[in-house]
């Protein structure tokens, strides 16, 4: 199962490292974040209505578990426009690397009410993986406006909070793809209705724009997402959360080959940092497997 997890967790950060990438081409084309976010929720929304007809498998959600997914949706909804619009004026590396706070306000409110115990060895690898964001932000030498700065916050406190729901009894048992469809439907909802009530212009679409649109709703929503949901209910939402780092590696990878985007001395080293951080998580996850297979034999020997 932790193998599974493990897989789900890298396979989305790469999924989410590249949207903030695709977002800021599809900007380039003249697409604008309201329209980006409902044109990617539509796209995902076709493709899991056909996935779940060709399984012959609804997307249902159990009655006592109903009320918390729609909690979870809008949570989700909302940091997701407030990340598309940071991504406007930060650089794709940038605002992933702020957003990639969450794991720190994850891991402080999990110990605040009482979800997980903080050892040295999460608090060490936390810190190292903080270090390595400040290096890659670079606020003090980037020229960002302090409401994109806000804005980008926002949407990691809004993450930590979905990720926390994720890990409860009533939203384990919900199927991650029908998860994933509900919060594709409030996201579409709550942004369409937004750009209506903004008055905004029809949607200026463009081949290019709705090619980035599409990359973003396959893998930065249908697969992104369900992988992990399914990676946050095996590992819970602090161990995901840490190995999620490695997203920022990839942002600022794709960022530099894709956009231009320059990438200097700290931003190197805060690469390095963010991936021993996730190295450290790897290798405490891996002892703490060996010692429970080992507890295991030992009560089947007995």
Request: hydrophobic share 55%.
């Amino acid at each position: 199962m932790t193998a599974k997890g493990l897989f789900c967790i890298f396979a989305a950060a790469v999924c989410f490292g590249m949207m903030p990438v695709w977002a800021k081409l599809a900007y380039e084309t003249g697409m604008d974040p309201l329209a980006l976010i409902v044109l990617r929720t539509v796209f995902a929304t076709i493709v899991l209505l056909v996935w779940f007809v060709l399984k012959r498998r609804p997307p249902v959600v159990p009655r006592g578990s109903r009320v918390p997914t729609l909690t979870t949706c809008c949570l989700y909804a909302a940091m997701m426009i407030s990340y598309f619009y940071a991504c406007q004026d930060l650089d794709s590396g940038i605002a992933n690397a702020l957003y990639h706070l969450y794991p720190v306000i994850i891991a402080v409110l999990s110990v605040m009410l009482g979800k997980s115990r903080a050892t040295l060895r999460t608090w060490l690898t936390l810190a190292i993986a903080l270090v390595g964001f400040t290096l890659l932000a670079n606020i003090g030498s980037a020229a960002v406006r302090a409401e994109s700065v806000a804005l980008i916050l926002l949407a990691a406190v809004l993450f930590a909070l979905y990720s926390l729901k994720l890990d409860t009894d009533k939203m384990e048992s919900i199927d991650p793809f029908a998860l994933t469809f509900y919060i594709c439907v409030t996201s579409c909802v709550v942004a369409g209705g937004l750009w209506f009530a903004n008055g905004s212009a029809p949607f200026a679409i463009s081949a290019g724009a709705l090619a980035y649109a599409l990359l973003i709703a396959l893998f930065s929503t249908v697969f992104g997402l369900a992988a992990y949901i399914e990676a946050t209910q095996i590992l819970g939402p602090v161990k995901a959360s840490i190995l999620s780092n490695a997203e920022v590696v990839i942002t600022f990878a794709a960022g530099a080959l894709l956009l231009s985007e320059s990438i200097s001395a700290e931003s190197a080293v805060g690469c390095a940092l963010i991936v021993a951080a996730c190295v450290l998580a790897c290798a405490r996850q891996s002892k703490e497997n060996s010692l429970e297979s080992a507890g295991k034999e030992r009560t089947r020997e007995g």
